[in-house]
């Protein structure tokens, strides 16, 4: 466990140092909430007045956990750039569990994730969203973004595992991001999908952790009307499956890679 811990603070080190990276991956969902969120709240104002403010709110969810993905797809490019340099291979040299290093960039992921979901947070309500107000509501919401951005990384950690180009990784990655996003509920409610997008959704992970923030992060929007038809247990149960089968994809293609 110390040989993850010191792993973790040396890639932390390394995303404090390389600032610009951190903000190339806030940038896309700062743009969300600045740009999508607040255009969308004036078309539903203009239309229907009192639906503006809400829809910040309800997208809101959605944008953080855009966030986590792309902390997820920058750490899996870190890892792949490590292996490109040799740098894996001293740590294989190195005294310490192997599972030890998969850990350690893991929890780096999901430490870059918690907090750049609090800055999206943040910004969020500048904007204009409404948060809840139990302070274990936005607890609960930073376990289930924390096991959506484990699950993910793990995902990123596979892919950048197995293959050996850059340019390549970035395309399979990114060929998960986009469906992600849009076949979910995080800028539409459920209800108003085809069926054949519904099922779609019930199967993404991204909904259950968006509805899971709108349920006890965000505070209630009635006039989106009845969006959060999901149980606020099955979004846990199915996050926490989610992150263990990430891990567990991680973990395979790690051990194939370094053999």
């Not at 948060?131 to 699950?151: D, H, R, T």
């Amino acid at each position: 466990m110390s040989a993850s811990i010191i792993l973790w603070q040396k890639q932390m080190k390394k995303t404090m140092i390389h600032s610009e990276e951190v903000f190339g991956i806030l940038f896309q969902p700062i743009l969300w909430v600045v740009l999508f969120g607040v255009g969308m709240r004036s078309l539903m104002g203009a239309t229907t007045p009192g639906n503006g403010d809400g829809y910040m709110t309800f997208i809101l969810p959605g944008i953080i956990a855009l966030t986590a993905v792309g902390a997820a797809i920058g750490g899996g490019s870190t890892w792949l750039n490590e292996r490109l340099a040799g740098i894996v291979k001293e740590y294989l040299v190195a005294p310490i569990p192997r599972l030890s290093i998969l850990m350690g960039n893991a929890l780096s992921i999901t430490t870059t994730v918690l907090i750049q979901s609090i800055i999206i947070l943040v910004v969020g309500v500048l904007m204009g969203a409404r948060l809840g107000a139990s302070p274990l509501g936005w607890l609960g919401g930073f376990l289930l973004i924390a096991g959506y951005g484990i699950g993910f990384s793990g995902i990123a950690l596979a892919v950048a595992s197995k293959t050996d180009s850059s340019a390549g990784y970035h395309m399979m990655i990114f060929m998960l991001q986009l469906p992600l996003l849009f076949w979910s509920n995080s800028l539409y409610p459920l209800a108003t999908l085809p069926t054949w997008m519904q099922i779609g959704a019930f199967l993404n992970p991204t909904t259950y952790a968006v509805t899971g923030l709108r349920l006890i992060t965000m505070a209630p929007v009635p006039e989106m009307g009845n969006v959060d038809t999901i149980p606020l247990w099955l979004c846990f149960l199915v996050i926490a499956i989610f992150a263990a089968l990430g891990m567990g994809l991680a973990l395979r293609a790690f051990k194939s890679a370094i053999k």
